[in-house]
């Protein structure tokens, strides 16, 4: 009996000290204590998706997670030459191909996965209204025949295009396809300053019924809640796209844009350190129709991109509890 109590007591040691052998974490644990930088960029899906992201390993985790300023290129070119951000959790490959394949040469970011289910959708959108009383416009080619349908007060001889936002990724794409469809002299590029001016320009002339053609992206509120047609564009062409997201581009011919390659991009080495943490942004991907109804939420409620993360936490479980174990659900669902 003494021998058998002995030999159960050794065992309770050697499992004591391998429980606390230094380096190892339990699934539900963080595994660095370094400071894991997110990227949040400008518009409103991103900016959400990254305050997500930070709750999740903050409150669920244990980490030390926060989220930083950051847009498509800025993002992927310091990820690329500074190892920081930790995490883009909506970059968008397809429209910053130029540097995403500097990053995949370099090896020192990775893509953990796709965080929309049906992939992004990027191009020129005309309202509903627009495409019904103008049948003869439904591709980026038919644009120059209607520049006059486009005109702006401040410049009537000319149609006004709205850009892509200043530093990101698409801004280039738009500029390369202006140049590639000859629109220099029926067409204005307008740069909106900021994804907010292009939200709101889109609204405004939504709610006055006036013709508009703009930049955008899904999954959005804006697609789905001023109903937004994409103008059509020729097959994607992958030598010319690529071409097309370089500002050195030296003759720029069109292309369809690339289907939505966006994704959850993280530097090698925080998988390396933070295994449970790779785990979790291997699986974080959110169904697109999902996320259209959180950003329509927020947008008809007027609320912050914080006010529509804790919506997500809150309505959405069945969605983000399969990315994280029960006892981190558990957490996260305690900081409400």
């Not at 001889?157 to 530093?167: A, E, I, Q, S, V």
């Not at 609204?203 to 789905?224: D, E, L």
């Not at 994409?230 to 097959?235: A, E, S, T």
Request: net charge positive; hydrophobic share 40%.
């Amino acid at each position: 009996m003494n021998a058998m109590k002995r030999v159960f007591l050794a065992l309770v040691i050697i499992g004591v000290a391998i429980c606390s052998k230094p380096g190892t974490t339990s699934a539900t644990e963080c595994g660095t204590s370094d400071k894991i930088a997110i990227a949040e960029m400008t518009w409103l899906s991103a900016s959400v998706l990254a305050i997500i992201t930070q709750r999740i390993l903050k409150d669920g985790y244990g980490c030390n997670a926060e989220t930083i300023p950051g847009d498509t290129v800025p993002s992927a070119t310091s990820m690329l030459t500074k190892g920081s951000p930790d995490i883009a959790p909506e970059l968008w490959i397809s429209t910053a191909s130029t540097i995403w394949n500097k990053i995949q040469k370099k090896g020192n970011v990775y893509k953990a996965g796709d965080i929309f289910g049906s992939g992004g959708k990027e191009g020129w959108w005309i309202p509903d209204y627009v495409a019904k009383a103008n049948p003869g416009l439904k591709s980026i080619t038919d644009l120059e025949k209607f520049s006059k349908l486009f005109a702006d007060v401040s410049n009537p001889d000319k149609g006004r295009l709205y850009g892509c936002p200043p530093g990101w990724g698409c801004e280039i794409i738009t500029q390369n396809l202006f140049k590639a469809l000859g629109l220099v002299k029926s067409f204005e590029l307008f740069s909106p300053g900021s994804g907010a001016n292009l939200k709101a320009s889109i609204a405004r002339k939504v709610t006055q019924k006036k013709p508009i053609v703009a930049y955008y992206w899904g999954p959005t509120a804006v697609i789905g809640k001023y109903n937004l047609v994409r103008l059509g564009m020729p097959p994607f062409d992958n030598e010319k796209f690529t071409c097309l997201t370089n500002k050195d581009c030296q003759n720029p011919q069109l292309s369809g844009w690339k289907p939505g390659d966006v994704a959850v991009a993280v530097v090698s080495k925080l998988r390396d350190k933070a295994p449970n943490v790779a785990a979790f942004l291997g699986k974080l991907q959110v169904p697109n129709a999902t996320l259209n109804k959180v950003l329509a939420w927020a947008d008809d409620n007027k609320a912050s991109s914080e006010d529509a993360a804790l919506h997500f936490l809150k309505t959405e479980q069945a969605v983000w509890t399969k990315w994280v174990p029960a006892d981190v659900a558990k957490k996260v669902k305690a900081s409400f």
